[in-house]
């Protein structure tokens, strides 16, 4: 038995002395560099006691030394979890006692207020910061790094990744070796990335963007990343003309656009600018062509399924789209009271099944159960539907579909509409309980810089273009929509906020 997933991401490597990290106030790593890390961390946790299959949870910032956790993880079998960096101890102590981690690693500044969970629950707690000190690497200096991966199959658990869990407790998604590496060689394939390619990586490596979609077709390709903290637009502007990649999220769009430094000249060069983890405004599309000449290829995945479906690498990247299914992934649209699967142009729940679909939610057989169909389809809650061409088009989340009066009200098909009304920068639709509706559609509005929304002239457009039971009842106007790291609104956060606007 072998390790695939190391044999394929860095066993190559093992002689490449090209860069991998280019960093912005540290010296680069070489693709040597992060093996010999890596296997010392492998090595030193060995040493106090961890074993294939223990999971090691992460709240660490984004370093290059973070990575090295990862791959060491993957290269003795450690399960990794990675733990957003805004977790509060209360939330890390939930993580902890569910996972049941052999190892906490965490920044030192979180050490103290993290103790008596790890202690609880029989945990080693460590250290690193983000410039790569720490009792981790301190300890990690001392022993001889591991050469060998240890032998894992195919379906042994390579990570979970815990879900933002917008809608009750945040679940483990348990990913093996299998899913990784299919989903890396489909997208290294797909995408066409070699070792000619720089990735301008600015996203968080806790989430399955910036950690597995990104990292790991960049590893298998053998290209290199620059590698920055996060997002920070002087510095987008500063890397884009050393890069020939880009992935973001919608917002890293937008900003770029915000800034009039965004040019051809500044992008010229550039091979391939991918987005995903929330949609991307159609208006953004073709904004961002205009100004630049390059189409954005949007693609759509998620936690527990790695990517599902991608626009085309050649052919028409259509905006407003997540393109095709990948090679390997069905994907199909279903009415979720007759089970039939849905007609062109209808709107159902997507479901998705390939080999980069997840194992199931760690200790939870019976939500797993619930979610994955007789013949192998994972029920991703998403809404969706598939146009004349074979475009799938997500329309949002099932929880977030409105039922008012017994008429089911999609809240995309709204906002695109609120979207195109003068001085309308953005807009989310959301339901408030009613007392004769059941629910009723309640309109958040935000202004362009330096603009008022006349909303009359709103009203009159929405009644001009809707059915009465799709019209909002009530607009509120907001400075900002509420967005977690990844760029999605947080539409519970909103329907909380308005849940009184019909009592
Ligand atoms: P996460 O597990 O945090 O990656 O979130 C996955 C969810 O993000 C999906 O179920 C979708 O609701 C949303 N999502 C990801 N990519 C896209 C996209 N390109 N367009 C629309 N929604 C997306």
Request: proline share 0%.
């Given at each position: 038995m072998t390790n695939f997933l190391y044999d394929a991401l860095l066993a190559p490597h093992r002689n490449n002395p090209s860069v991998l990290f280019r960093l912005k106030d540290r010296t680069d790593w070489s693709y040597q560099d992060l093996i010999r890390s890596a296997g010392k961390i492998a090595a030193m946790l060995d040493s106090i006691g961890t074993s294939p299959g223990d999971r090691v949870a992460a709240q660490v910032h984004k370093s290059p030394e973070a990575l090295a956790l990862y791959i060491a993880c993957v290269q003795y079998g450690y399960v990794y979890l990675p733990l957003n960096t805004a977790y509060t101890p209360s939330e890390i102590d939930y993580f902890v006692s569910d996972a049941k981690p052999a190892v906490l690693v965490c920044d030192s500044s979180a050490a103290d207020g993290l103790r008596a969970t790890t202690e609880s629950n029989h945990c080693q707690l460590l250290t690193l910061d983000i410039d790569g000190t720490g009792t981790l690497t301190r300890q990690a200096d001392t022993v001889t790094a591991a050469t060998e991966a240890k032998p894992r199959d195919k379906?042994?658990?390579a990570a979970i990744l815990y879900t933002s869990g917008t809608t009750g407790r945040s679940k483990g998604a348990m990913l093996t070796q299998r899913n990784l590496l299919s989903n890396a060689v489909t997208l290294h394939e797909y995408w066409q990335f070699t070792d000619k390619d720089v990735l301008l990586h600015g996203l968080p490596?806790?989430?399955?963007?910036?950690?597995?979609?990104?990292t790991n077709t960049i590893l298998l390709a053998g290209g290199s990343m620059i590698f920055l903290s996060s997002f920070n637009i002087d510095d987008y502007i500063e890397y884009l003309p050393k890069a020939t990649t880009m992935m973001g999220v919608p917002t890293f769009y937008t900003r770029l656009l915000a800034d009039?430094?965004?040019?051809k000249a500044l992008v010229e060069h550039m091979r391939l600018f991918i987005s995903g983890s929330a949609p991307l405004l159609a208006e953004t599309h073709v904004e961002f062509e205009d100004r630049t000449g390059k189409i954005i290829l949007e693609r759509y995945g998620m936690t527990e399924t790695n990517m599902s479906t991608s626009n085309p690498y050649e052919g028409e990247r259509r905006a407003g789209t997540v393109g095709f299914e990948l090679p390997g992934v069905d994907a199909r649209i279903i009415d979720p009271e007759s089970r039939e699967e849905k007609a062109t142009d209808e709107i159902g729940i997507l479901e998705v099944r390939g080999?980069?679909?997840?194992?199931?939610?760690w200790q939870m057989p019976e939500k797993t159960a619930q979610e994955f169909t007789d013949d192998g389809f994972f029920i991703t809650g998403d809404l969706a539907k598939r146009d004349a061409d074979g475009y799938l088009h997500i329309v949002g989340r099932d929880k977030d579909l409105i039922i008012s009066g017994g008429f089911n009200v999609y809240p995309k098909e709204i906002e695109l509409i609120l979207d195109e009304q003068a001085n309308v920068l953005e807009s989310a639709v959301v339901a408030a309980p009613h007392a004769d509706f059941g629910e009723s559609v309640v309109a958040v509005l935000v202004a362009q810089p330096g603009n008022s929304i006349d909303i009359d002239a709103v009203k009159s457009a929405a009644s001009a273009q809707l059915a009465k039971f799709k019209q909002p009842k009530e607009y509120v106007i907001v400075d900002t929509l509420p967005r977690n790291t990844m760029g999605k609104v947080q539409k519970n956060l909103l329907r909380e906020q308005v849940k009184d606007t019909f009592a």
């Open positions: 379906d042994d658990l490596i806790y989430h399955t963007h910036g950690l597995f979609v990104a009039n430094r965004l040019n080999d980069n679909v997840f194992k199931g939610y």
